[in-house]
């Protein structure tokens, strides 16, 4: 596992390998009450088939910032005072969190993020959902 360069802080729509790198055959041990995330990239078209722009790739990334989750912690979502309807999030889920959430590093070439389980903002069936150029692209 190696650790991103300190200095700057980078923020999670940045951190995104680029690719298609399939995800790694064997996953580290998540502890306690973290998940770990591969976030996934923006899209490089509109709908209507139009080529994103990197300045409008740069605000959509900032909009939202998506992961899958590849791993669950034997404790996340165990506390019922927090979580009195149990587990809202598992394995293969595609979720949104904070722009400054969790943290980053390195596995297998594959940049990943461990955040805890109430860092979760709201799941969704499939990214490309969360289509932000529908006002900026005609």
Wanted: aromatic content about 8%; some cysteine; charged content about 25%.
């Amino acid at each position: 596992m190696m650790n991103p360069q300190l200095g700057k802080g980078m923020t999670n729509d940045t951190w995104i390998t680029e690719g298609d790198i399939d995800d790694p055959k064997e996953l580290p041990h998540i502890p306690g009450f973290h998940l770990l995330i591969r976030p996934v990239s923006v899209k490089e078209k509109s709908k209507g088939g139009i080529i994103i722009p990197d300045k409008l790739k740069d605000d959509i990334a900032y909009l939202t910032t998506v992961g899958r989750v590849l791993k669950v912690g034997d404790l996340a979502y165990g506390d019922m005072d927090k979580f009195p309807k149990g587990a809202w999030c598992k394995e293969g889920d595609f979720v949104c969190y904070g722009k400054l959430t969790g943290t980053k590093f390195v596995y297998q070439g594959i940049k990943m993020l461990l955040i805890f389980d109430d860092q979760v903002l709201m799941t969704v069936k499939d990214p490309t959902i969360l289509d932000t150029t529908i006002n900026l692209v005609a």
